[in-house]
């Protein structure tokens, strides 16, 4: 996977809750999950963030305290290599990228 951000379609992509686009975190097992719509995104997997008219490469990580992060690490990415607080998750659309 390549770190430059790919353009997209359209400027602006804002997820709903009804959307395939949103990212959330679900409780399995006491453990935080993270999902893309319903598709469960496991530690490792790779995603790219939408942002200013562009696909932004991402990875779902783990924090040291082992919750679920998502680190950006597109160099057009503000402050990136960052990761993203899972309360910002539904503020960003998503998609999954399959290796």
Request: hydrophobic letters at 40%; proline letters at 10%; a negative charge.
């Amino acid at each position: 996977m390549t770190n430059e951000p790919v353009p997209s379609e359209v400027a602006t992509l804002v997820p709903s809750d009804d959307d395939e686009c949103m990212l959330h975190t679900v409780l399995v097992g006491g453990l935080p999950e993270l999902y893309l719509g319903d598709q469960h995104l496991p530690v490792g997997s790779h995603l790219e963030l939408h942002r200013a008219g562009c696909w932004h490469p991402a990875r779902v990580t783990l924090s040291r305290l082992l919750s679920i992060e998502v680190e950006v690490v597109s160099p057009l990415w503000p402050g990136a290599p960052c990761a993203l607080n899972p309360k910002d998750f539904e503020l960003v659309a998503a998609r999954a990228v399959v290796r």
